[in-house]
């Protein structure tokens, strides 16, 4: 069960766009379309922003959005606010009632 | 409206154990999976495991095995979460997390636990 792979950080002007991804293997991000994405605000508890790889919870907006391809999952958040820099991480089903997390990334709003 | 309210921060020494509790309100404690996820200073989110409160059952991150006993009480709606043989890379937030009937995601999240192991 090894913690799926993201990149340390990310940074980007208000107003653009940036992708974070989510590689895992084909026991877990590849094998089941149960990939989820959090946003962790400094100090508090993790919130979803995506489900079942591209679903959004009621509540989300619309500049987030996601996808898989083969055993990498991705988030792209489009229109970048600055109420969006926060922590992010994907975690993924990995069968057997087992459950894998990535490292996390960090999102700097320039 | 649903809560998880969890147990306050406990600093233990090496090799003594933690037993943090995690409090369910405004929901069917039965109807719904508890996961526990331990986030290290700095660090990212860790699954431990999780806990089927309605029959009791368990699975256990592999690294954990051993080490690490969830369990629930119906009675108060509560589930806990032991962790023994402490050593100082335990130090961490420890949350738990309701899993939604149905869904693959984590919906509501506990406020979090410190953990602190001293030497």
């Known amino acids: 069960q090894s913690a799926l792979t993201q990149p340390r950080s990310v940074s980007e002007s208000p107003g653009q766009s940036v992708t974070i991804s989510c590689t895992g293997a084909?026991?877990?991000?590849?094998?089941?379309?149960?990939v989820s994405w959090y946003q962790q605000h400094p100090g508090q508890a993790p919130k979803v922003i995506i489900y079942?790889?591209?679903k959004r919870p009621s509540g989300v907006p619309d500049r987030f959005s996601a996808s898989k391809s083969g055993n990498t999952a991705s988030l792209t958040i489009s229109g970048l606010q600055a109420e969006d820099e926060a922590d992010y991480f994907c975690?993924?089903?990995?069968?057997?009632?087992?459950?894998?997390f990535g490292g996390g990334t960090k999102l700097t709003v320039l | 409206q649903v809560q998880l309210v969890q147990s306050g921060a406990e600093v233990k020494k090496s090799g003594a154990s933690v037993k943090v509790s995690c409090k369910a309100f405004g929901y069917t404690f039965t109807n719904f999976y508890l996961h526990w996820v331990r986030q290290a200073p700095g660090q990212g989110l860790e699954w431990m495991g999780i806990v089927n409160p309605s029959g009791g059952t368990t699975t256990y991150a592999q690294r954990f095995q051993g080490r690490v006993t969830m369990t629930r009480d119906t009675s108060t709606s509560t589930v806990y979460m032991e962790l023994r043989s402490l050593r100082s890379e335990d130090t961490a937030v420890y949350f738990c997390?309701?899993?939604?009937?149905?869904?693959?995601?984590?919906?509501?999240w506990g406020q979090g636990t410190l953990v602190t192991v001293s030497s």
């Open positions: 997390a309701r899993r939604p009937t149905g869904y693959d995601y984590f919906d509501y």
């Open positions: 975690c993924s089903y990995a069968g057997t009632y087992t459950w894998v």
């Open positions: 079942d790889v591209n």
């Open positions: 084909s026991s877990d991000v590849g094998g089941y379309n149960f």
